[in-house]
Nanobody
Framework: QVRLVESGGGLVQAGDSLRLSCAVS????????VAWFRQAPGKEREFVAV????????NYADSVKGRFTISGDNAKSTVYLQMSNLKPEDTAVYYC?????????????????WGQGTRVTVSS
């Protein structure tokens, strides 16, 4: 059974950087597309970034383009979300999600494996 565990969240100031990690276990890492979603208080869950199963394709929400970078480490079975120039509106619980041989969907309904989330708070 594939399991996702996020880490790296915390409290930072606007303009700071933070790197989130999503450790994938119980499956072959290189066969899963992994995406990051976030949910702010009182708002719906929204897409942030995705890395396709082979790592060749990635996609970002417009709100994070140029500030966030998604990457993967096959040796560590981990996907990272490097977040730079953080803004208060980036405050949310960040979830990673995975789907077998996913091509990089930005829809949450395309993913059937979810982590428990890690909280990011950006103060102004």
């Amino acid at each position: 059974q594939v399991r996702l565990v996020e880490s790296g969240g915390g409290l930072v100031q606007a303009g700071d950087s933070l790197r989130l990690s999503c450790a994938v276990s119980g499956g072959i890492f290189s066969t899963y597309a992994v995406a990051w979603f976030r949910q702010a208080p009182g708002k719906e869950r929204e897409f942030v970034a995705v890395r396709s199963w082979n790592g060749y394709n990635s996609n970002y929400a417009d709100s994070v383009k140029g500030r966030f970078t998604i990457s993967g480490d096959n040796a560590k079975s981990t996907v990272y979300l490097q977040m730079s120039n953080l803004k208060p509106e980036d405050t949310a619980v960040y979830y990673c999600a995975a789907v077998y041989y996913g091509g990089g969907s930005i829809s949450a309904t395309s993913y059937d494996i979810w982590g428990q989330g890690t909280r990011v708070t950006v103060s102004s």
